[in-house]
């Protein structure tokens, strides 16, 4: 019997309905020594990541590590997407291990998580084995983690594969909950987030827009 296509996502593919982002520990004192990605670009990505949950209203967890006496504020990019945010503040490097941490992913009742978070090898990689051992189904952005050296991030990486974690990038889900270009409810939110912290993307997709802009006026 041959196998015939149906116009249907598959069931792997997020969807703004079906997860919640858990954003952890991407403060300045563990910002400091990250030395995996520019420090510019892994700012966007986690953006990218807080803006995107926003405006599709994702359920979203932020958590930080010792904030007053260690690690620090968090970044710009995630306050200015949620400024009112419950913020959970921990002394476990394993989010995981936390019991309000755990009750705030217990609220969403959701079983697909998203996570990111510094550094990839401690504060990220200890909630996503958590998790997995657990059985919830989890993705890793792993463009919005860092680590001390590209060897440690990389390695954090495969463990957590290996571990049956789903890698993605920040560009990737911001379009992944997108998905069709049709939807004009979220288009100006994906575009403007796009044009915004997205690079390269983001810039092509400006020229796009100014351009088609003044030959309409013509």
Known sequence: MSIKAIAKPAKSLLSPQDHALLLIDHQAQMAFNTKSI???NLRANAGILAHAAKGFKVPTIVSTISKETFAGPLFDEITEAFPNAEVTDRT???A???????????ATGKERLVIAGLWT???CNGPVLSALEQGFE??????ACG???????????????QGGARPITALTYLLELQRDWARAETYDITTGIAIRLGGAFGIGINYVKTMFAAHESR
């Open 38 to 40: 520019d420090i510019t």
């Open 92 to 94: 476990t490097s394993n």
């Open 96 to 106: 995981w291990e936390d019991e309000k941490f755990i009750a705030r992913v217990n």
């Open 121 to 123: 090898s401690v504060c």
């Open 138 to 143: 989890v993705y890793v952005v792993t463009d």
């Open 147 to 161: 680590d001390c050296s590209l060897e440690a991030h990389e390695r954090a990486v495969e463990r957590m594969i």
